[in-house]
Protein backbone atom coordinates (compact mmCIF):
# COMPACT_ATOMS: atom_id res chain seq x y z
CA UNK A 1 0.00 0.00 0.00
CA UNK A 2 0.86 3.29 -0.75
CA UNK A 3 2.62 5.13 2.44
CA UNK A 4 1.06 8.22 1.78
CA UNK A 5 -2.80 8.78 2.20
CA UNK A 6 -5.39 10.95 0.32
CA UNK A 7 -8.69 12.07 2.29
CA UNK A 8 -11.64 12.32 -0.24
CA UNK A 9 -13.88 14.87 1.49
CA UNK A 10 -17.64 15.16 -0.22
CA UNK A 11 -20.46 17.70 1.23
CA UNK A 12 -23.39 15.97 0.63
CA UNK A 13 -27.26 17.60 0.31
CA UNK A 14 -30.32 16.39 -1.43
CA UNK A 15 -28.26 14.98 -4.63
CA UNK A 16 -30.20 11.29 -5.11
CA UNK A 17 -30.04 11.64 -8.46
CA UNK A 18 -25.57 12.13 -8.86
CA UNK A 19 -24.82 10.94 -5.42
CA UNK A 20 -23.99 7.12 -6.51
CA UNK A 21 -21.80 8.17 -9.57
CA UNK A 22 -19.99 10.64 -7.38
CA UNK A 23 -19.44 7.95 -4.38
CA UNK A 24 -18.76 5.05 -6.91
CA UNK A 25 -16.07 7.96 -9.01
CA UNK A 26 -14.56 8.19 -5.48
CA UNK A 27 -14.55 4.53 -4.77
CA UNK A 28 -12.78 3.28 -8.00
CA UNK A 29 -9.69 5.58 -7.78
CA UNK A 30 -6.75 3.75 -9.20
CA UNK A 31 -4.39 5.01 -6.37
CA UNK A 32 -4.60 2.44 -3.05
CA UNK A 33 -4.23 4.10 0.02
CA UNK A 34 -7.11 6.82 0.36
CA UNK A 35 -9.99 7.57 2.24
CA UNK A 36 -13.71 8.71 1.54
CA UNK A 37 -15.37 11.52 3.65
CA UNK A 38 -18.81 11.84 3.27
CA UNK A 39 -20.88 14.87 5.09
CA UNK A 40 -24.68 14.40 4.92
CA UNK A 41 -25.43 18.07 5.57
CA UNK A 42 -28.84 17.26 6.87
CA UNK A 43 -30.62 16.14 3.34
CA UNK A 44 -34.18 15.68 3.11
CA UNK A 45 -34.59 13.43 -0.18
CA UNK A 46 -33.00 9.59 -0.42
CA UNK A 47 -29.10 10.84 -0.23
CA UNK A 48 -28.95 9.13 3.11
CA UNK A 49 -29.69 5.80 2.45
CA UNK A 50 -27.79 5.91 -0.64
CA UNK A 51 -24.73 6.80 1.80
CA UNK A 52 -25.60 4.37 4.35
CA UNK A 53 -25.51 1.27 1.57
CA UNK A 54 -22.61 2.51 -0.10
CA UNK A 55 -20.82 3.17 3.48
CA UNK A 56 -21.69 -0.44 4.32
CA UNK A 57 -20.01 -1.53 1.16
CA UNK A 58 -16.57 0.59 1.45
CA UNK A 59 -14.88 -0.12 4.37
CA UNK A 60 -12.58 3.06 3.77
CA UNK A 61 -15.50 5.88 3.86
CA UNK A 62 -16.75 7.50 6.70
CA UNK A 63 -20.15 8.89 7.53
CA UNK A 64 -20.74 11.84 9.11
CA UNK A 65 -24.70 13.57 9.76
CA UNK A 66 -24.75 16.94 11.09
CA UNK A 67 -27.96 19.47 11.03
CA UNK A 68 -27.90 21.55 7.65
CA UNK A 69 -25.38 24.38 7.88
CA UNK A 70 -24.05 24.65 3.93
CA UNK A 71 -21.18 23.61 2.09
CA UNK A 72 -18.86 25.61 3.70
CA UNK A 73 -19.33 23.99 7.34
CA UNK A 74 -20.01 20.06 5.63
CA UNK A 75 -16.30 20.20 3.95
CA UNK A 76 -14.74 21.79 7.51
CA UNK A 77 -16.42 18.97 8.96
CA UNK A 78 -15.22 16.78 6.53
CA UNK A 79 -11.42 18.25 6.97
CA UNK A 80 -12.24 17.78 11.14
CA UNK A 81 -12.27 14.25 10.25
CA UNK A 82 -9.51 13.31 7.73
CA UNK A 83 -6.14 12.00 8.48
CA UNK A 84 -4.64 11.98 4.89
CA UNK A 85 -1.96 13.51 4.15
CA UNK A 86 -3.68 14.66 1.13
CA UNK A 87 -6.88 16.60 0.73
CA UNK A 88 -9.27 16.00 -2.31
CA UNK A 89 -13.06 17.82 -2.28
CA UNK A 90 -15.46 16.20 -4.47
CA UNK A 91 -18.91 17.79 -5.08
CA UNK A 92 -21.84 15.15 -4.80
CA UNK A 93 -23.31 16.05 -8.20
CA UNK A 94 -19.82 15.84 -9.75
CA UNK A 95 -17.11 13.09 -10.55
CA UNK A 96 -13.83 12.60 -11.02
CA UNK A 97 -11.64 10.75 -13.30
CA UNK A 98 -10.31 7.39 -12.02
CA UNK A 99 -6.68 8.22 -12.36
CA UNK A 100 -6.78 11.59 -10.76
CA UNK A 101 -5.86 11.13 -7.39
CA UNK A 102 -2.74 9.03 -8.65
CA UNK A 103 -1.94 11.43 -10.94
CA UNK A 104 -1.92 13.99 -8.32
CA UNK A 105 0.31 12.11 -6.42
CA UNK A 106 2.92 11.16 -8.74
CA UNK A 107 3.52 15.44 -9.04
CA UNK A 108 3.57 15.71 -5.56
CA UNK A 109 6.10 12.61 -5.56
CA UNK A 110 8.47 14.13 -8.43
CA UNK A 111 8.10 17.77 -7.53
CA UNK A 112 8.32 19.74 -4.16
CA UNK A 113 4.89 21.10 -4.39
CA UNK A 114 2.23 21.84 -2.23
CA UNK A 115 -0.83 21.90 -4.14
CA UNK A 116 -1.52 20.41 -7.49
CA UNK A 117 -4.17 21.96 -9.66
CA UNK A 118 -5.56 20.14 -12.43
CA UNK A 119 -8.73 20.90 -15.33
CA UNK A 120 -12.20 20.32 -15.44
CA UNK A 121 -14.31 18.71 -18.01
CA UNK A 122 -17.75 21.19 -17.87
CA UNK A 123 -21.04 19.54 -18.58
CA UNK A 124 -24.26 21.21 -18.70
CA UNK A 125 -26.97 18.56 -17.36
CA UNK A 126 -30.75 20.83 -17.93
CA UNK A 127 -29.56 23.84 -18.40
CA UNK A 128 -29.13 26.39 -21.17
CA UNK A 129 -25.21 25.79 -22.65
CA UNK A 130 -25.38 29.18 -23.42
CA UNK A 131 -23.53 29.79 -20.03
CA UNK A 132 -21.26 28.23 -21.12
CA UNK A 133 -18.70 31.35 -20.96
CA UNK A 134 -19.34 31.68 -17.08
CA UNK A 135 -18.09 27.74 -16.52
CA UNK A 136 -14.53 27.63 -16.81
CA UNK A 137 -12.51 24.17 -16.15
CA UNK A 138 -9.35 25.11 -17.96
CA UNK A 139 -6.70 27.47 -17.51
CA UNK A 140 -4.44 29.05 -19.93
CA UNK A 141 -1.94 27.14 -21.45
CA UNK A 142 1.37 29.64 -20.00
CA UNK A 143 0.11 28.77 -15.97
CA UNK A 144 0.74 24.69 -17.06
CA UNK A 145 4.52 23.67 -16.14
CA UNK A 146 7.22 23.46 -13.06
CA UNK A 147 6.74 23.89 -9.47
CA UNK A 148 6.50 27.57 -8.85
CA UNK A 149 6.06 29.64 -5.28
CA UNK A 150 2.14 29.83 -4.90
CA UNK A 151 2.11 34.00 -4.81
CA UNK A 152 3.88 33.64 -8.15
CA UNK A 153 0.82 31.62 -9.64
CA UNK A 154 -1.80 33.74 -7.79
CA UNK A 155 -0.35 36.57 -9.36
CA UNK A 156 0.16 34.92 -12.68
CA UNK A 157 -3.53 33.91 -12.95
CA UNK A 158 -5.27 37.29 -11.80
CA UNK A 159 -3.18 38.88 -14.83
CA UNK A 160 -3.85 36.16 -17.25
CA UNK A 161 -7.49 36.36 -16.11
CA UNK A 162 -7.78 32.90 -15.26
CA UNK A 163 -7.92 32.70 -11.96
CA UNK A 164 -10.34 29.71 -10.92
CA UNK A 165 -11.36 29.05 -7.47
CA UNK A 166 -13.40 25.90 -7.40
CA UNK A 167 -11.59 24.18 -4.12
CA UNK A 168 -12.47 20.76 -6.26
CA UNK A 169 -9.82 21.74 -8.88
CA UNK A 170 -6.53 21.38 -6.39
CA UNK A 171 -5.71 18.49 -4.13
CA UNK A 172 -3.33 20.15 -1.08
CA UNK A 173 -0.64 18.91 1.46
CA UNK A 174 -2.67 18.95 4.66
CA UNK A 175 -0.16 19.19 6.89
CA UNK A 176 0.99 22.88 5.00
CA UNK A 177 -3.02 23.95 5.30
CA UNK A 178 -3.19 22.54 8.78
CA UNK A 179 -5.21 25.47 10.48
CA UNK A 180 -7.28 26.74 7.02
CA UNK A 181 -10.96 26.32 6.88
CA UNK A 182 -13.88 27.67 4.56
CA UNK A 183 -16.19 30.53 5.85
CA UNK A 184 -19.24 29.22 7.27
CA UNK A 185 -22.61 30.10 6.00
CA UNK A 186 -21.82 32.19 3.02
CA UNK A 187 -22.07 31.29 -0.51
CA UNK A 188 -18.69 32.09 -2.90
CA UNK A 189 -16.43 30.90 -0.14
CA UNK A 190 -14.53 29.35 -2.39
CA UNK A 191 -12.90 32.95 -3.35
CA UNK A 192 -11.61 33.12 -0.25
CA UNK A 193 -10.48 29.79 0.66
CA UNK A 194 -8.71 29.50 -2.16
CA UNK A 195 -6.72 32.99 -2.29
CA UNK A 196 -5.66 32.37 1.23
CA UNK A 197 -4.46 28.86 0.47
CA UNK A 198 -2.03 30.74 -2.28
CA UNK A 199 -0.98 33.95 -0.24
CA UNK A 200 -0.63 32.86 3.44
CA UNK A 201 2.13 30.43 3.13
CA UNK A 202 5.63 31.65 2.29
CA UNK A 203 7.03 28.82 1.21
CA UNK A 204 3.62 27.15 -0.52
CA UNK A 205 4.30 26.20 -3.99
CA UNK A 206 2.40 25.41 -6.52
CA UNK A 207 2.29 22.94 -9.81
CA UNK A 208 -0.30 23.14 -12.38
CA UNK A 209 -1.66 20.67 -15.16
CA UNK A 210 -3.35 20.65 -18.09
CA UNK A 211 -5.52 17.25 -17.23
CA UNK A 212 -8.93 17.01 -16.75
CA UNK A 213 -9.47 14.67 -13.98
CA UNK A 214 -12.73 16.39 -12.74
CA UNK A 215 -16.15 16.21 -13.96
CA UNK A 216 -18.52 19.33 -13.36
CA UNK A 217 -22.06 18.96 -13.82
CA UNK A 218 -23.35 22.74 -14.21
CA UNK A 219 -27.32 21.78 -13.46
CA UNK A 220 -30.66 23.68 -12.53
CA UNK A 221 -30.81 25.73 -8.96
CA UNK A 222 -27.37 25.12 -8.11
CA UNK A 223 -25.70 28.40 -6.36
CA UNK A 224 -24.16 29.45 -9.70
CA UNK A 225 -27.04 29.04 -12.22
CA UNK A 226 -30.07 30.28 -9.73
CA UNK A 227 -31.49 33.53 -9.65
CA UNK A 228 -29.15 36.40 -7.75
CA UNK A 229 -30.31 36.69 -4.13
CA UNK A 230 -29.49 39.17 -1.39
CA UNK A 231 -27.28 35.97 -0.05
CA UNK A 232 -24.92 36.35 -3.43
CA UNK A 233 -24.35 40.12 -2.71
CA UNK A 234 -23.58 39.38 1.22
CA UNK A 235 -21.10 36.41 0.54
CA UNK A 236 -19.23 38.91 -2.15
CA UNK A 237 -19.17 41.91 0.73
CA UNK A 238 -17.96 39.26 3.22
CA UNK A 239 -15.53 37.81 1.31
CA UNK A 240 -14.39 41.41 0.08
CA UNK A 241 -13.88 42.32 3.37
CA UNK A 242 -11.62 39.42 4.74
CA UNK A 243 -9.73 39.72 1.50
CA UNK A 244 -8.74 43.03 2.63
CA UNK A 245 -7.50 41.74 5.97
CA UNK A 246 -5.05 39.63 4.09
CA UNK A 247 -1.36 40.47 4.43
CA UNK A 248 0.63 38.53 1.52
CA UNK A 249 3.76 36.58 3.16
CA UNK A 250 5.59 37.90 -0.24
CA UNK A 251 6.99 41.80 -0.21
CA UNK A 252 6.53 41.66 -4.79
CA UNK A 253 4.57 44.24 -5.65
CA UNK A 254 3.10 42.26 -8.14
CA UNK A 255 1.14 39.61 -5.65
CA UNK A 256 -0.11 42.95 -3.67
CA UNK A 257 -1.41 44.76 -6.87
CA UNK A 258 -3.22 41.28 -7.96
CA UNK A 259 -5.07 40.97 -4.68
CA UNK A 260 -6.20 44.56 -5.17
CA UNK A 261 -7.34 43.84 -8.26
CA UNK A 262 -9.26 40.59 -7.07
CA UNK A 263 -11.00 42.41 -4.38
CA UNK A 264 -12.32 45.10 -6.84
CA UNK A 265 -13.37 42.11 -9.09
CA UNK A 266 -15.23 40.63 -5.82
CA UNK A 267 -16.59 44.16 -5.22
CA UNK A 268 -18.16 44.26 -8.70
CA UNK A 269 -19.84 41.22 -8.62
CA UNK A 270 -21.23 42.03 -5.43
CA UNK A 271 -22.53 44.67 -7.54
CA UNK A 272 -23.57 43.13 -10.42
CA UNK A 273 -25.74 41.03 -8.20
CA UNK A 274 -27.09 43.77 -5.70
CA UNK A 275 -28.36 45.36 -9.33
CA UNK A 276 -30.36 42.21 -10.37
CA UNK A 277 -31.29 41.47 -6.72
CA UNK A 278 -32.84 44.30 -6.80
CA UNK A 279 -33.87 45.73 -10.32
CA UNK A 280 -31.43 48.19 -10.82
CA UNK A 281 -32.49 50.47 -7.61
CA UNK A 282 -29.50 49.52 -5.00
CA UNK A 283 -30.81 49.84 -1.19
CA UNK A 284 -28.68 52.65 0.52
CA UNK A 285 -27.03 50.78 2.68
CA UNK A 286 -25.87 48.67 -0.12
CA UNK A 287 -24.26 51.55 -1.94
CA UNK A 288 -22.70 52.55 1.26
CA UNK A 289 -20.77 49.35 2.11
CA UNK A 290 -19.88 49.27 -1.74
CA UNK A 291 -18.43 52.63 -1.31
CA UNK A 292 -16.61 51.75 1.85
CA UNK A 293 -14.72 48.43 0.49
CA UNK A 294 -13.88 50.72 -2.45
CA UNK A 295 -12.03 53.33 -1.01
CA UNK A 296 -9.98 50.78 0.75
CA UNK A 297 -8.80 49.24 -2.44
CA UNK A 298 -6.31 51.01 -4.81
CA UNK A 299 -8.55 52.41 -7.57
CA UNK A 300 -7.10 53.93 -11.06
CA UNK A 301 -8.18 57.16 -11.76
CA UNK A 302 -10.11 55.41 -14.83
CA UNK A 303 -12.01 53.02 -13.06
CA UNK A 304 -13.23 55.54 -10.21
CA UNK A 305 -15.51 57.12 -12.60
CA UNK A 306 -17.16 53.85 -13.64
CA UNK A 307 -17.42 52.76 -10.35
CA UNK A 308 -19.05 55.76 -9.07
CA UNK A 309 -21.81 55.89 -11.79
CA UNK A 310 -22.37 51.91 -10.81
CA UNK A 311 -23.15 52.59 -7.56
CA UNK A 312 -24.96 56.12 -8.07
CA UNK A 313 -26.76 55.89 -11.30
CA UNK A 314 -28.63 58.85 -10.77
CA UNK A 315 -24.93 61.26 -11.14
CA UNK A 316 -24.92 59.66 -14.33
CA UNK A 317 -28.31 60.32 -15.37
CA UNK A 318 -27.43 64.28 -13.73
CA UNK A 319 -24.16 64.65 -15.98
CA UNK A 320 -26.59 63.71 -18.86
CA UNK A 321 -28.80 66.24 -18.20
CA UNK A 322 -26.68 68.78 -17.41
CA UNK A 323 -24.93 68.11 -20.63
CA UNK A 324 -27.98 67.99 -22.79
CA UNK A 325 -28.91 71.36 -21.02
CA UNK A 326 -25.39 73.27 -21.93
CA UNK A 327 -26.15 72.11 -25.75
CA UNK A 328 -29.44 73.90 -25.89
Same mark, same amino acid.
Given at each position: ??????? #??????????????? %???? =??????? +????????????? &?? &????????????????? #????????????? %??????????? %???????????? /??????????????? +????????????? $? %?????????????????????? +?????????????????????? !?????????? !? #?????? @??????????????????????????????? #???????????? $????????? @???????????????????????? *? /?? *????? *???? $??????????????????????? !?????????????????? =? *?? !?????
Amino acid at each position: MSPEKVS #IVIPVYNVENYLAAC %LESA =ARQDYDN +FEIIAIDDGSTDA &SP &SILEDFCARHENMILER #IDNQGVSVARNTG %LEIATGDYILF %LDSDDFLERHAV /STCMEIFRTQQADVV +FFAANVFFDGVDE $G %LKKSFRGERVASLHGTCIPAHT +FFSRSIKLKSYLVPPYLYMYRR !KEFEDLRFPP !K #IVHEDN @LFTTRLLLERERARVTCIPDKLYNRRVRPES #IMTQKKQEKHVK $GYLVVAQEL @LKLKPTATDSETAAALNQFVQLTL *L /SA *LNACQ *LTHA $GRLPLHMRSKLVMLFARTKVERG !KAKHILFSVFPELRALRD =A *LR !KTVRM
